[in-house]
T-cell receptor
Framework: GQQLNQSPQSMFIQEGEDVSMNCTSS?????WLWYKQDPGEGPVLLIA?????ELTSNGRLTAQFGITRKDSFLNISASIPSDVGIYFC?????????????FGKGTMLLVSP | DVKVTQSSRYLVKRTGEKVFLECVQD?????MFWYRQDPGLGLRLIYF???????EKGDIPEGYSVSREKKERFSLILESASTNQTSMYLC?????????????FGSGTQLSVL
């Protein structure tokens, strides 16, 4: 299957700092999704993006669907300890017959109080 | 809220055993998925099903099979477990529809094969 390049692999930051992570692909996607996985739990959807250039916020989180349709980024402002977890991007390949998602490898975020 | 329930949080099995991982969803979703999650590799799709008794291979189906006899239940089967199948297994579901790519995940089953 396709691969998504997600970076950074991990981040260790102080509470209150802003965080930025991104995903890139060699091919275009129709949809970008961002998930968060808390320790010991399954991933939970944070933000869904459906149009190139779309910028969407969910509280302190902001995500954008890149104009080229080959990338997306997620920003977290004023981080807090409960932001700790693994963040995954996921993209929907328009050529995928069954609409299966491709996931990035994840960004592990650690927040120091 | 959608609930995707995986029957076991932790499983320990021996090499060569037949292992069943069960997943049930309560929202009448047509599509169900099994992923495995490994550190540094992210989520990789094993199998999925878009209807009862239908199944499709994902990216890493080798060593696995699946069963979907009822719409709400999707089982992952390891015919003869091996140590390289030690992993976190995640089940997910979603409804049909072009704007319904959002997956709802279970809490995962951490499988250790000794």
């Amino acid at each position: 299957g396709q691969q998504l390049n997600q970076s950074p692999q991990s981040m260790f930051i102080q509470e209150g700092e802003d965080v930025s992570m991104n995903c890139t692909s060699s091919s275009i996607f129709n949809t970008w999704l961002w998930y968060k996985q808390d320790p010991g739990e399954g991933p939970v959807l944070l933000i869904a993006l459906y149009k190139a250039g779309e910028l969407t916020s969910n509280g302190r989180l902001t995500a954008q669907f890149g104009i080229t349709r080959k990338d997306s980024f997620l920003n977290i402002s004023a981080s807090i300890p409960s932001d700790v977890g693994i963040y995954f991007c996921a993209g929907l390949d328009p050529d995928s017959g069954y609409s299966t998602l491709t996931f990035g490898k994840g960004t592990m975020l650690l927040v120091s109080p | 809220d959608v609930k995707v329930t995986q029957s076991s949080r932790y499983l320990v099995k021996r090499t060569g055993e037949k292992v069943f991982l069960e997943c049930v969803q309560d929202m009448d979703h047509e599509n169900m998925f099994w992923y495995r999650q490994d550190p540094g590799l992210g989520l990789r799709l094993i199998y999925f099903s878009y209807d009862v008794k239908m199944k499709e291979k994902g990216d890493i189906p080798e060593g696995y099979s699946v069963s979907r006899e009822k719409k709400e239940r999707f089982s992952l089967i390891l015919e003869s477990a091996s140590t390289n199948q030690t992993s976190m297994y995640l089940c997910a579901s979603r409804p049909d529809g072009i704007t319904n790519e959002k997956l709802f995940f279970g809490s995962g089953t951490q499988l250790s094969v000794l």
